[in-house]
């Protein structure tokens, strides 16, 4: 006889998350996909959730996956889950609610990149949320500025949109390659196309890198290449550089605990948005 299967502890069944939260409004313009910001009707505080329809046991062990690393992984520095569902043949995800969104959004609406202060502090949020996760065995694959949220205090959070988003949206079969190239490590190209080499946690390290480039010049370098020609690229070139190296100080991690760097960011993005 079948083993029952074992359910997800950290998913509730057969309760209507809409009695316990409140939808207000979509988040984004439907680039993650179906995602709004909801509110709880008791705590009054806010989150983003997300639902996704469950049509096979695939799914739900893909998005089983996810929500086992979110509720194993709490931390300051790493997006929190309040509370998942499974209703209505959906699964739905609700997460801590960052008011100033994602670095990468608020880089666009600037229309400049960030400051070295503000770098220094984010790189140093990263370098703690990276070495948590690493610890707990999780090794991220999509580190970039649209991964990195940012709440109305100055907190940084690391999140991972990508994969699940992908997967919700185009139900991607698992043997296709997954994660946007800029950022890849070389031995993740490797193993992306060649299927063997396995890469470790070193590879989040690369993209980290790469992810500074990106904020100090809004976007990664090659980011006007083909995503093909960039694989070659990446595979076969020494690790990119700023373009304006003379222009940063060296001794860059030291006094990181600076938090009004990036607090004067996120006002400014609100402000922006305001006065729009
Ligand atoms: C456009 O303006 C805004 C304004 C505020 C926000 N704030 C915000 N705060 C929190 N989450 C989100 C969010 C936005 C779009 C899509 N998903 C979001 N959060 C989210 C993340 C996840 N999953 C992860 O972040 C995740 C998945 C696997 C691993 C990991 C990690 F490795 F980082 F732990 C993280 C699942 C479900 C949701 C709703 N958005 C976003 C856009």
Redesign the pocket.
Request: charged letters at 15%.
């Given at each position: 006889h079948l083993k029952k299967r074992q359910w997800n502890k950290n998913i509730k069944k057969d309760i209507d998350p809409l009695q316990l939260w409140d939808i207000v409004s979509e988040?984004?313009d439907g680039a993650?996909?179906r995602?709004y910001?909801a509110q709880n009707k008791e705590t009054q505080v806010f989150a983003?959730?997300?639902q996704v329809a469950i049509n096979n046991e695939e799914d739900l062990e893909d998005f089983s996956v996810?929500i086992n690393?979110?509720a194993d992984?709490v931390h300051p520095n790493?997006?929190g889950l309040h509370e998942a569902f499974y209703f209505d043949g959906k699964l739905w995800?609700?997460?801590?609610?960052?008011?100033?969104?994602?670095l990468d959004?608020i880089m666009v609406d600037l229309e400049k990149p960030l400051t070295e202060d503000q770098i220094r502090y984010v790189c140093h949020e990263m370098c703690v949320a990276l070495d948590f996760?690493h610890r707990h065995h999780?090794i991220?694959r999509d580190i970039k500025a649209g991964?990195v949220?940012v709440t109305m205090e100055g907190d940084v959070k690391?999140?991972?949109?990508g994969?699940?988003?992908k997967n919700s949206q185009t139900h991607q079969k698992r043997d296709t390659f997954i994660g946007t190239p800029y950022w890849m490590a070389p031995e993740v190209i490797l193993c992306e196309t060649l299927k063997d080499t396995p890469y470790d946690f070193k590879a989040d390290i690369w993209s980290l890198g790469i992810t500074m480039i990106e904020f100090a010049q809004i976007e990664p370098p090659n980011k006007d290449m083909h995503p093909m020609r960039v694989l070659i690229k990446i595979h076969k070139s020494e690790p990119p550089a700023l373009d304006q190296p003379s222009k940063w100080c060296h001794p860059f991690i030291r006094d990181y605990r600076d938090k009004t760097a990036i607090l004067d960011l996120i006002c400014e993005a609100k402000a922006d948005v305001i006065e729009t």
């Open positions: 988040l984004g993650f996909g995602v910001k983003a959730l997300k996810e690393i979110l992984c790493v997006v995800m609700f997460l801590e609610f960052c008011g100033g969104g994602a959004s996760l999780v991220h991964n949220l690391l999140a991972d949109f994969v699940s988003a």
